[in-house]
């Protein structure tokens, strides 16, 4: 079974708080994965099958920790070549066209990159989700054969 990277991108900790209860979850089932909150490029290339779990900030935009990855992989390219791939995204959908912007832009740059989705995009409003890691857990664990075969 291939181990998952989970990317978080976090503006005040609550992709980051989900995306270690995802690891949490997955290591009791024992699934090796780890969470990258500053990751590079290399980290990426590395990976055997990628989540991502990211928040949304400004107009939109991918949360500052993870900015400068998302430039870099637009910038340098690495292709995916069908490796597995999922985004959860985190939003407010009182902000209109903006909601979960930062996971669209990811899926979009995957999707680009020649990943292959396993699932479509999840979306958690925070307006009706209280808890998010409960549903992102649950959704996690049911895709996580299609994303770690």
Known sequence: MKKLSIFAGSVY???QHVAEEVQQALSD???DSSVHSDPSVDDFKEAEAVLVITSTTGQGDVPP?????????RDQFPLMNGKPYAV?????SSYGDTYCGGGKQFAELLAE?????VADMLE???????EPETDVV?????IKTKLLA
């Open 13 to 15: 900790g609550n992709a």
């Open 29 to 31: 089932d024992g699934i």
């Open 65 to 73: 920790n993870l900015e400068f990855f998302y430039a870099e992989l």
């Open 88 to 92: 959860a995204a985190l939003g407010d």
């Open 113 to 117: 990159l020649q990943g292959q989705p």
């Open 124 to 130: 958690i409003d925070a307006i009706e989700t209280l």
């Open 138 to 142: 649950a959704w996690v664990k049911g």
